[in-house]
């Protein structure tokens, strides 16, 4: 059931497990917890829908290098960022856990193998088990019937969710669950610890008109984002020096995000094999977008002179019907979930007529090709994202002279990157993408003059994706790292981290799915320990 705290006070109960947020992992939790006979209380800051007071708890202060992602890509909601995002989800690579040199000097305590049924369980819960990857037949008949060979490169398909709102997507059973209470408006303002501070015995949660409230479980997790999560626990230990995290250096280091730029423009050369090759493809219902991935050996090493950091490309297609198309989309997507279009009737011929003669090709593309069809008569560009390296200093803090109008300190964050490594990965991967596609037949591409030449200045045109991770990372001990192999923060017993928090290093990948199978792998550690 799910209660404001706007209107009814909360539950007198001690919970198996209490979680800290409301958006895509922590409902992912709350979820398969309740499944398993459990029962569950989750804390959302936000209401049911985006209000201004409760996004104005996201106020923070940058101090490095810009983040807009700080303030625009946090959604206190119930569903959190997921009410803001497509839905597309990415599977890591096996490098990715490994030590990289340059990159990270220790693997992840868990593997690439043993992450990987956690991966097929989400796309069970999710419904995507049916979806397609490069490995499909189906999918290798879309390019007809012969995957396409870019040399040096896995083409690889991103699979996009139906629903992406995970609120929506649970809705019947966080509406109707037994064991399974979600509180609005709950804002968690500190952790209650024992004398020796290793059990928390209760959250200190803010009811709307300041009043305060514990709230007693068995097992707590942190599952409110990056930012939060490092927030929460800094502020805590400030209060309580008991807590076996408050002396560790890494609670609320290693922050990374990945960098998003354009890397050259794309001549085509055959441009109808292109297009087939790297258009958006719809079938069955699901979305999927072509993606460049520079093939890596096993130890993590690349075939360029970088060190080893992960890149993925894109090809963004500009063209004069792209806003009446995205308007057209949205206006589509408001019907189907039985709403009404925020646009009126004007509004909405105006974008059908400015498709033009594009609706005739975009109908074919897609009943023909399963292509979402683009003119790109305005360019076509590569877009990279890039892993960057991870950084001690790169780190959330809190600011000693602001708070929230609860009282508790705001965060601030200090994002760092290292610039050359990134520069070099970013340059040699558009050089090679240039390369194969000029040896495949397919297109020629310009690079940025500035990346060419690897200067600092176009670090200028990157910007972050607003996949935040690190912060609370997953270490082989405490002086390695904040929560162990099992997510369990160092030193306690019953408090755990779930989200893109725990990542040692950020890969090339939307975070989302990664850390979507940690938290169904955290879910079975909670099953284990409930029935011990």
Known sequence: MIIDLNHTAPPDTVHDVVIVGGGTVALLLAVLLERQGQRVLVLESGGGSFETPAQELNDATVIGRAHTGISIARGRALGGTSNLWGGQLTLFVPSDFEARAGVSDAPWPITFEELLPWYEAVAQELRLADALDEHTPQARKLFGDTYPDIPGFTLFLTRWLKEPAMARYFNERLQNAANLTVLLHAHVTGLDLSADGEHVTAVRVARPDGTPVALRGERFVLANGTIEIARLLLASAAEQPQAPWAGNPWVGAGFQDHLEMRGGRVHLLDKPRFLRTFQNIVLAGHKYQPKLRLNMDSGGSATLAHPALNVTGYFAFESSITEHLQHLKVMAKSLLRGGLPRQGLGDMLRHVRGMGSAWLPMIVQYLRHHRIYNPADRGVWLVMHTEQVPRDDSRITLDPHRTDRFGMPL?????????????????????????????????????????????????????????????????????????????????????????????????YANPTFTAMALTARLAERLRQEATT
């Not at 490594?421 to 397919?442: K, N």
């Open 411 to 507: 965060a601030v964050l200090d994002w760092r990157i290292g610039g050359k490594p990134e520069l070099h990965a970013m340059a040699a991967f558009v050089r090679r993408v240039g390369d194969s596609l000029q040896a495949a037949g397919l297109a020629r591409v310009e690079i940025d003059a500035l990346l060419d030449g690897e200067d600092a200045q176009a670090l200028e045109q990157a910007t972050d994706t607003y996949h935040q991770c690190g912060g609370a990372r997953m270490g082989h001990h405490a002086g390695d790292g904040v929560v162990d192999r099992d997510l369990r923060v160092f030193g306690t017993r019953n408090l755990y981290v779930a989200g893109a928090a725990v990542f040692r290093t950020s890969s």
